[in-house]
């Protein structure tokens, strides 16, 4: 198809979208949510699956069992399409949790094991190079990322110089969540942004409204190496995305409702991050909030990020 006509194709598609009404798109559990079934090489059991994917609700109107259902389906879709064993989890945001995030401005030396440790934990796409972290190499006085250095390469740390990362930042009040014209994206009760990956269309308003560059939008199917594929998966996390959709860092959704800290965090070799939840007064994020220098990427635009940079 040529870039025309995917356009056309993308065009109609929103077309489409646009003359329901968003209440009964949220409400509806017969909106379409993904491309028609291709039959040509499906067997009937792939078909069956796919054809009740095609009718499944928006994530957020779904029942425990529904749920259930949808993750057996797409467990199995992937067995029957790729030969593939993943196990996919529904598990809801704890009571009294609220996940936020803190990067030690002076600790990070630059080194990207964070950003690694991201790529892999979240089947990100190898061949486009997806990644969530960004690292910006600054001069001192420097405190806005988008005015450092996000393409060095070379050995780090170097002297004068300091290190910020970037990721979404879980904005309370997210301009991005209220750009969707479809509801695929909102936020959790745990404060953790997501998308539902089967109901995005694609259209990208959401990126284009978040003022921190936390978004990426997949052009392709992903490709990550058959061995390389993280098993352990969360529907609202790193299941592997159909082509055409926008994620973004879930705070490693499937590890954090478990109770295990983000894979960045884990990986970091400098203990530039810290992670926790924020209603727990003995939590190492109360005490750097309590006790350090904090702030906050463009507090004046009222997002409210979850995502705070401090200095020792
Ligand atoms: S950083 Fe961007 S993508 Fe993340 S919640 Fe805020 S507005 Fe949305
Ligand atoms: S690209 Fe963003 S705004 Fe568009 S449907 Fe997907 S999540 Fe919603």
Redesign the pocket.
């Known amino acids: 198809m040529t870039q025309d006509n995917n356009d056309k194709t993308k065009g109609s598609r929103r077309n489409f979208l646009k003359g329901l009404s968003i209440a009964a798109a949220a409400g509806s559990a017969s909106l379409v949510t993904g491309c028609l079934p291709d039959v040509s090489e499906a067997s009937s059991e792939t078909l069956k699956l796919k054809w009740q994917e095609f009718f499944k609700k928006n994530y957020r109107l779904m029942t425990a069992a529904e749920k259930e259902e949808t993750v057996a389906r797409l467990e199995r879709l992937a067995k029957l399409q790729n030969d593939r064993e993943v196990r996919i989890d529904t598990t809801p945001p704890r009571e009294k949790v609220l996940f936020g995030y803190a990067f030690n401005v002076t600790r990070c030396e630059g080194f990207m094991e964070c950003v690694t440790a991201c790529i892999k934990e979240n089947n990100l796409d190898r061949k486009a190079n997806t990644q969530y972290i960004r690292v910006f190499e600054m001069e001192p006085g420097q405190l806005d990322p988008s005015t450092g250095d996000g393409k060095y390469y070379h050995e780090v740390p170097v002297e004068n110089k300091f290190y910020m990362a970037t990721q ?4 309370e009040n ?4 209220k750009a969707c014209p479809t509801k695929a994206t909102w936020r959790e009760p745990d404060g953790i ?1 997501v998308v539902d990956y089967d109901w995005c269309i694609g259209c990208r308003y ?1 990126q284009a ?4 560059y ?2 990426r939008f997949n052009w392709g199917k992903p490709d990550i190496p058959e061995d390389e594929i993280n098993p352990r998966q969360h529907y609202l996390g790193n299941r592997v995305r159909p082509k055409g959709k926008m994620e ?1 860092c879930t705070f490693c959704i499937q590890r954090s409702r478990e109770g295990r800290l983000p894979a960045c965090v884990e990986a970091c070799p400098t203990g530039a991050r810290v992670f926790g939840n924020l209603l727990d007064p003995d939590s190492e994020i109360r005490f750097v909030l309590k006790n350090k220098k904090v702030f906050r990427m463009r507090e004046e635009l009222g ?1 409210d ?1 979850k995502f705070w940079y401090f200095i020792d």
């Open positions: 979404c930042f879980h904005c997210a301009p991005c969540t942004v959401c409204a978040c003022p921190y936390g978004r973004k997002t990020p």
